[in-house]
Nanobody, 117 residues
């Protein structure tokens, strides 16, 4: 079983920054990628950023230039540095891990990010 534990969410003013962290533990075989998704009320869950085991990264157009994903392989931890936050970034952010030949998805419990003055 794989466990993902997120931290770092909170309330921030527009233009501010937050850093999310996600620690993966458990039986992780053939890790393929880790990433962050978000879901705002009334919206579908969407990809924010992802990083593969080979360190290739992918970002949603709405966050390019503002968010940076990184990973500490030794600690099985993925980070999301979020700068220049906007009210439309408000959502629950979920950590995701894909592993195995079938790219099985594992999810964290989510952390709330609220951007408001």
């Amino acid at each position: 079983q794989v466990q993902l534990v997120e931290s770092g969410g909170g309330l921030v003013q527009p233009g501010g920054s937050l850093r999310l962290s996600c620690v993966a533990s458990g039986s992780i075989f053939r890790l393929k990628a880790m990433g962050w998704y978000r879901q705002a009320p009334g919206n579908q869950r969407e990809l924010v950023a992802a990083i593969t085991n080979g360190d290739d990264t992918n970002y949603a157009d709405s966050v390019k230039g503002r968010f940076t994903i990184s990973r500490d392989k030794a600690k099985n931890t993925v980070y999301l540095q979020m700068n220049s936050l906007k009210p439309e970034d408000t959502a629950v952010y979920y950590c995701n891990l894909k592993a195995g030949t079938s790219y099985t998805d594992y999810w964290g419990q989510g952390t709330q990010v609220t951007v408001s003055s």
